[in-house]
């Protein structure tokens, strides 16, 4: 069974689909710890009511990025997972944590990668008028939402789609793929070949 330790700034609804999983036994895993960048945030709660240990390594406290970092990868180390998710988690991390926990790290980014990388997908996506938008979990690597890609979920755009129906929308279905994708990590069933994921059949 992965261990699994999630990353997360804010809402935490990613986070919660997760637990949910991982408490019906969907996952082969067990959340191990949340870590934080943000005191306020309501993935506190959630960890909390999920009995998930939480540590807080709050962004805001610390005079550099760099230092923060000192103690984020010292945390991360600490929870000895086999897995990070990055549920909401919104900064890069560096390339020192990138490169011990290589091939170890998830991301959930709300657009179709590779268009509309960065903060705000769902909104980029309004504004350059397209027709399909979505979701993409992927590794992280060490550029910005540029690893390979595991799972993509697709969603209309409406004529009269604002920023809030369509966030909505592409998130009732990060709510599927996300846990998707860590059941199949947990169950090893993710190949990595340069920028190619490949779907490894199920073990009986
Ligand atoms: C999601 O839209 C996710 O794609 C993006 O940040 C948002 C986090 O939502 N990376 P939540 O905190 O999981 O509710």
């Known amino acids: ?5 999630v990353l ?13 999983c991982l408490a019906r036994g969907e996952i082969n895993g067990k959340c191990v710890a949340l870590i934080t960048d943000n005191k306020e945030a309501y993935a506190i709660e959630r960890a909390a009511a999920a009995d998930v ?3 807080v390594i709050n962004f805001t406290d610390y005079p550099t990025k760099t230092a923060y970092e000192v103690d984020l990868f010292a945390a991360m180390k600490e929870t000895n997972a086999d897995l990070f998710v990055c549920a909401g988690y919104m900064r890069l991390l560096g390339s020192e944590i990138i490169q011990a926990f ?3 790290i998830l991301n959930i980014h709300p657009a179709l990668l590779p268009a509309f990388s960065g903060m705000h997908g769902q ?3 309004l504004e350059y008028g397209v027709k399909i938008a979505g979701c993409t979990v992927h590794f992280v690597d060490e550029g910005l939402d540029s690893g390979p890609i595991i799972i993509q979920k697709a969603v209309p755009v409406f004529d009269d789609d604002d920023e809030q129906a369509l966030d ?5 279905q990060e709510h599927i793929a996300f846990p998707e ?7 090893d069933r993710l190949f990595v070949s340069g ?3 490949i779907l490894l059949p199920e073990k009986n």
């Open 53 to 55: 240990p939480v540590v």
């Open 8 to 20: 997360a700034s804010g809402r935490g609804s990613n986070f919660q689909v997760i637990l949910d």
């Open 102 to 104: 290589a091939g170890k």
């Open 123 to 125: 909104q980029q996506a």
């Open 195 to 197: 920028r190619h994921v």
């Open 168 to 172: 909505e929308r592409i998130l009732e």
């Open 181 to 187: 994708a860590v059941a199949l990590f947990c169950d």
């Open 1 to 5: 069974m992965k261990q699994i330790t």
